[in-house]
């Protein structure tokens, strides 16, 4: 959990932006609902002198001291970079320096390492295994997973503890061997934006993915748009209340010094928090779609269960003859439920109790017995 620059500031943030960044997760109280890694997407790096090493450009210029004041706010700092020559930004990548930059990470006082495959995938994957032939994406996706452990390593041997995150867009399956090559979480789609329509595919594209995440090892679906673009309240529920659903990273990425009180409702509500960062760890699976209509549910570790009604239609829909399919989801009649987003107690439940769901909007459940 935590916040990352690029959604808001991308290519302008700054040293000021994250200080500021950091006093607004503690006064929100973000920061004590569990939001800690504060992290610099791209543009932060400047040029490599003669030996090699890898500098700040004007924006940041003095990482160590930003450490040091995001730590003193107890906050963790995350930091950006790619197995490329350049990142997307095409400002300074970390190939061939990777012991380098991983050392001068951790004597930063880095705590997360976001590094993007961008340059590398574009050129020297195709420009090594030139051809769109079995063979050569064989070779080019051999590359891409021995690039990342080759950060893993470096990263072992700087000896800080720094959570590794890969984003490389899903390509090759990347939830069946990113745990070999050191990473806590893959992104598992391409980028997100502030659309329910991107925000609902990406979404629904994680189903089948549950059995290859768990404590330590995470599908990433992208960064929260919550509080971005023209999103409603029902679309940033259902955000929220999917990713909670999938036991995603919540790094949200909206302006922090325009927080509104709905806003920070959303990100900071306890049991939807609780829900994803759930210490059995275990992603929601799909167990029913029909036309706009999916119901979610995943294994909490007291031994409930959390059920979601997601409507994906433009019009309300209200759920008569519908099954919940409680068997499936691990419960059964007679059941408690809780509606978590409006924090009342149902009582005893059956898969034929009526539901209203909003357009575009959620029905999040806690399930026990």
């Known amino acids: 959990m935590g916040w990352n620059s690029w959604n808001w500031f991308a290519e302008k943030v700054t040293d000021k932006d994250i200080r500021q960044a950091a006093d607004l997760l503690v006064s929100s109280g973000m920061r004590d609902a569990g939001y800690v890694y504060l992290n610099i997407d791209d543009t932060w790096e400047g040029s490599r002198d003669a030996n090699g090493v890898l500098h700040t450009n004007a924006k940041f210029p003095d990482m160590k001291a930003l450490a040091d004041y995001v730590h003193g706010k107890g906050l963790k700092l995350g930091i950006y970079s790619s197995p490329g020559p350049q990142t997307c930004a095409r400002f300074e990548g970390s190939l061939g320096h990777e012991d380098q930059d991983a050392e001068l990470f951790a004597s930063w006082g880095i705590d997360y390492l976001k590094y993007d495959l961008c340059s590398f995938h574009n050129k020297v994957m195709r420009q090594a295994y030139s051809g769109d032939s079995a063979e050569a994406m064989v ?3 051999k590359m891409m997973r021995d690039a990342y452990e080759r950060m893993h390593q470096a990263l072992l041997r700087s000896g800080r503890p720094i959570v590794y995150s890969l984003c ?3 390509f090759d399956s990347v939830w069946q061997w990113g745990p070999e090559v050191g990473a806590n979480l893959w992104r598992t789609t391409g980028d ?3 659309t329910f329509d ?3 595919l990406i979404g629904r594209e ?4 549950a059995r290859y995440a ?3 090892h995470w599908n990433d679906p992208d960064m929260l748009e919550i509080g971005n673009g023209k999103l409603t309240l029902d679309e940033n529920r259902t955000h929220m209340g999917m990713w909670a659903m999938l036991a995603a990273p919540l790094l949200a990425g909206n302006n922090l010094s325009q927080l509104t009180p709905e806003i920070t409702s959303i990100l900071t509500n306890r049991e939807i928090i609780a829900i994803d960062q759930d210490r059995l760890g275990k992603e929601a699976d799909r167990i029913f779609a029909e036309g706009p209509i999916e119901i979610w549910a995943r294994p909490l570790a007291d031994g409930s269960k959390a059920l979601a009604i997601f409507n994906f239609g433009e019009q309300r829909a209200y759920l008569r003859g519908i099954s919940l399919h409680l068997e499936q989801a691990g419960a059964a009649k007679g059941w408690n439920a809780r509606d978590i987003w409006m924090a009342k107690e149902l009582g005893p439940i059956s898969d034929s109790t009526p539901f209203t769901v ?3 909007g959620s029905v999040i459940l806690c399930l026990s017995h």
């Open 168 to 170: 490389q867009y899903g």
């Open 358 to 360: 909003p357009r575009h």
């Open 139 to 141: 070779h080019q996706y």
């Open 206 to 209: 994680q189903a089948g993915l």
């Open 192 to 194: 997100i934006t502030p």
């Open 214 to 216: 768990g404590p330590g």
């Open 198 to 200: 991107r925000i609902s």
